[in-house]
């Protein structure tokens, strides 16, 4: 009697070690096709055409998020395997996409009134926020605060074939 009730014990908690694993991956997993956003401009290709892509978080008051628009853009160019996807969030709508004019941003971004896009990412609580994802879906960096030149030398060193 002994013998089995080890058995459960030991049974029960691999179950819930492997059901712990399983959920912790889900939230490093994100796809953005699942989630329903308001375009403000679009992209050339899907992005399942990519081997890596960006998703960057920002607003329009934020200023440095204004100051990294050069950097995404250029990233967006730069590298043919790396799409660069920028959510507006805590935003108004209008406001976003006079940011997006004024501000000549050239690669694809959506805006977020209700943050859906932000369900997988609850430790996201001040922008910018760049995530970089694999074509698994998989965060591969996360970078806080506002892009630099050694970050931007950072993603192409990450995403160099």
């Known amino acids: ?4 009730t080890k ?12 059901g712990c694993t399983n959920n912790q991956s889900e939230k490093n ?8 956003l308001k375009v403000l401009n679009t992209g050339k290709k899907n992005i399942q055409e990519y081997e890596f892509y960006i998703i960057n ?10 100051n990294e628009v050069l950097i995404l853009n250029k990233l967006d160019t730069v590298n043919k395997n790396l799409k660069v996807i920028g959510i507006s969030i805590m935003d108004v709508y209008s406001e976003s996409l006079n940011f997006i004019k004024s501000n000549n941003v050239q690669y694809e971004n959506y805006w977020d009134e209700n943050l859906v896009s932000l369900k997988n990412f609850n430790s996201i609580n001040s922008i910018p926020v760049t ?6 879906n998989e965060i591969i960096l996360r970078l806080d605060g506002e892009l630099d030149e050694k970050s931007y030398l950072k993603i192409l060193e990450l995403v160099k074939k």
């Open 29 to 36: 997993v994100f796809n953005p096709s699942k989630i329903e």
């Open 57 to 66: 978080f920002w607003a329009s008051w934020c200023i440095p998020c204004k």
């Open 7 to 18: 058995y459960y014990l030991i049974l029960i908690l691999f179950f819930f070690i492997l």
């Open 1 to 4: 009697m002994i013998n089995n």
């Open 131 to 136: 995530l970089i994802f694999n074509d698994k």
